[in-house]
């Protein structure tokens, strides 16, 4: 909340600690904010793509934030939100280079995902939201926390998906991490049949939506667990005693 400084309220800076839960958990932009969804449902039928959406997100991310925030007191009102894509296009744009020269093979498998991060509304919105009221460290740490909290849940959709659909963990890691990741796939089930639903748009929404009731799950205990810890402690043993009658 901010503080009063005479007349002139004054907004304190957001903590460290605060930005690192809002973007990992309590504001997490594909769980809570549900924005990107597109390439959240597009591209998690594997670890590898999963993580390689993420990665190239979650530096979209820390980029454009730590951008906006030093431009912040240059570029007018009028012109911002045109100037803020600009720096989110010549963001994406970096992260393709690098994934062309070092994952080519990942950068053909993601497509037409990858430049679309430049309309991916979780960038845009925390340029607009945090990184153009905000210094610069702070900005920055906000872009990597979110990228991270979006990354995670990728990452452990990407793993749900491959392994009930294909029966597969950490399949073509080659693609991201080069020849040394050629041997890292596993198959926990064998060769069993598998769940054909999972890899396929319908398992996208389903299993986004099991790991949404997760989250809210596991807040309702949370809340419920604080809600408990604040109430007002009775002793063991104790009584009610009704007086009645004056006393002198």
């Given at each position: 909340?901010?503080?009063?400084?005479?007349?002139?309220?004054?907004?304190?800076?957001?903590?460290?600690g605060?930005?690192?839960?809002?973007?990992?958990?309590?504001?997490?932009?594909?769980?809570?904010?549900?924005?990107?969804l597109?390439?959240?449902l597009?591209?998690?039928?594997?670890?590898?793509?999963?993580?390689?959406?993420?990665?190239?997100?979650?530096?979209?991310?820390?980029?454009?934030?730590?951008?906006?925030?030093?431009?912040?007191h240059?570029?007018?009102?009028?012109?911002?939100?045109?100037?803020?894509?600009?720096?989110?296009?010549?963001?994406?744009?970096?992260?393709?280079?690098?994934?062309?020269?070092?994952?080519?093979?990942?950068?053909?498998?993601?497509?037409?995902?990858?430049?679309?991060i430049?309309?991916?509304?979780?960038?845009?919105?925390?340029?607009?939201?945090?990184?153009?009221?905000?210094?610069?460290p702070?900005?920055?740490?906000?872009?990597?926390m979110?990228?991270?909290?979006?990354?995670a849940?990728?990452?452990?959709l990407?793993?749900?998906?491959?392994?009930?659909?294909?029966?597969?963990?950490?399949?073509?890691?080659q693609?991201?991490?080069?020849?040394?990741?050629?041997?890292?796939?596993?198959?926990?089930?064998?060769?069993?049949?598998h769940?054909?639903?999972?890899?396929?748009?319908?398992?996208?929404?389903l299993?986004?939506?099991?790991?949404?009731?997760?989250?809210?799950?596991?807040?309702?205990?949370?809340?419920?667990?604080?809600?408990?810890?604040?109430?007002?402690?009775v002793?063991?043993?104790?009584?009610?005693?009704?007086?009645?009658?004056?006393?002198?």
């Amino acid at each position: 909340p901010p503080r009063q400084l005479g007349a002139i309220p004054v907004m304190s800076e957001p903590r460290i600690g605060d930005i690192a839960l809002n973007g990992l958990w309590k504001n997490n932009p594909a769980l809570v904010q549900l924005l990107g969804l597109c390439p959240l449902l597009a591209v998690s039928g594997s670890v590898v793509n999963a993580l390689g959406m993420g990665l190239a997100t979650a530096l979209v991310l820390m980029g454009t934030n730590t951008l906006v925030s030093m431009v912040r007191h240059v570029v007018p009102d009028t012109i911002r939100l045109p100037a803020f894509v600009l720096i989110i296009a010549g963001a994406v744009t970096l992260v393709e280079l690098l994934m062309q020269a070092y994952a080519y093979g990942l950068y053909e498998v993601l497509g037409i995902f990858l430049p679309l991060i430049t309309t991916n509304c979780v960038v845009l919105g925390r340029a607009e939201a945090f990184a153009s009221k905000n210094p610069v460290p702070l900005a920055a740490l906000e872009g990597l926390m979110m990228g991270l909290g979006f990354s995670a849940v990728l990452v452990v959709l990407g793993a749900l998906r491959e392994l009930l659909g294909n029966g597969t963990l950490f399949a073509d890691m080659q693609l991201l991490f080069g020849p040394m990741a050629a041997g890292w796939e596993v198959r926990p089930f064998g060769e069993q049949r598998h769940f054909l639903l999972a890899v396929l748009p319908p398992g996208a929404f389903l299993f986004t939506g099991l790991l949404i009731a997760l989250k809210n799950g596991i807040d309702t205990q949370l809340k419920a667990r604080a809600e408990a810890a604040r109430a007002p402690q009775v002793p063991a043993g104790s009584k009610r005693v009704r007086v009645t009658g004056h006393i002198s």
